[in-house]
């Protein structure tokens, strides 16, 4: 969802315009203190603000600038700025956060990958020792050769989830 904050009577149709190029809801606010109020409520891709509403109100501006949360913000001047560019770089910026969040995520799957594959090798190596001392009663090297089974399917498992740097599927414009 988008964020659409500006008191311009050409707000209908910059949201019809956004809508269409990303397929996002757009939400309008007509001033900062309501887009403040929205911001708490919901959480937005972007939030376009219109530069004449941050100018005029600059203590509002920055209260609303502390609510943004992940929502990427993207500054316009709705009276001068075409459609074509309002749509051009609010594109861009839902392109950049998007590229963000699909790095951030690689990123914490690697980082989780490398945590747990150091935990099973650990935990193979234990399995494998344990399985190793010899009058072991036959119930507990059955329990511990179970569990050595499950520790294997849980590597594999872990081996199977696509590595970081490979793409994922499009998603969006």
Known sequence: MILLVTPSERASECAAALHEATGEKI???DKLARASTLLRAECYLAVVLDQYLLETEPDEAE???QHLGTAIPVHVNLAITG???L???VQAAV???RREERTARHAAIAGLRSDLNGT???LLLSMDLALAISGMPAAATEKLQS???LVKKLRSQLESVAPAGQ??????P
């Open 27 to 29: 939400a309008v606010a």
């Open 63 to 65: 209260t609303t600038l």
């Open 83 to 85: 459609m074509d560019r």
């Open 87 to 89: 749509v051009r770089e």
């Open 95 to 97: 392109q950049r956060r």
């Open 120 to 122: 099973v090798t650990a």
């Open 147 to 149: 569990v050595h089974e």
């Open 167 to 172: 793409s994922e599927p499009a998603t969006g």
